[in-house]
């Protein structure tokens, strides 16, 4: 079955750097859509960035608040979709997640990997 398992996730001080995974297994990753998604305490979940497959190019797209911030990339031989998150703010701080699919979640939920940003 479809699974999600993100990881790297942590505590970090303002203005720091931090890169978190999600290993993907149950489909032929190369050939689907990953996006990165996270909730805040009390908020709804919401999309951070997406990537398309390759074989239409891995274009990008990100949510207002993390670009020029956040770097979506993905690792087709090993199943695995990264988020790399400079310069993280406060804000930034929720459980992080992946799904497969370009900004629309198409599947369930994995358990997501937890990102705390303060001082």
């Known amino acids: 079955q479809v699974q999600f398992v993100e990881s790297g996730g942590g505590l970090v001080q303002p203005g720091g750097s931090l890169r978190v995974s999600c290993y993907a297994s149950?489909?032929?990753?190369?050939?689907?859509?990953m996006s990165w998604y996270r909730q805040a305490p009390g908020k709804e979940r919401e999309l951070v960035a997406g990537i398309t497959r390759p074989s239409i190019g891995e274009s990008t797209d990100y949510a207002d608040s993390v670009k020029g911030r956040f770097t979506i990339s993905r690792d087709n031989a090993r199943n695995t979709v990264y988020l790399q998150m400079n310069n993280l703010k406060p804000e930034d701080t929720a459980v992080y997640y992946c799904n497969y699919g370009f900004l629309v979640p198409l599947g369930s939920w994995g358990q997501g990997t937890q990102v705390t940003v303060s001082s």
């Open positions: 149950g489909f032929t990753f190369s050939s689907v859509d």
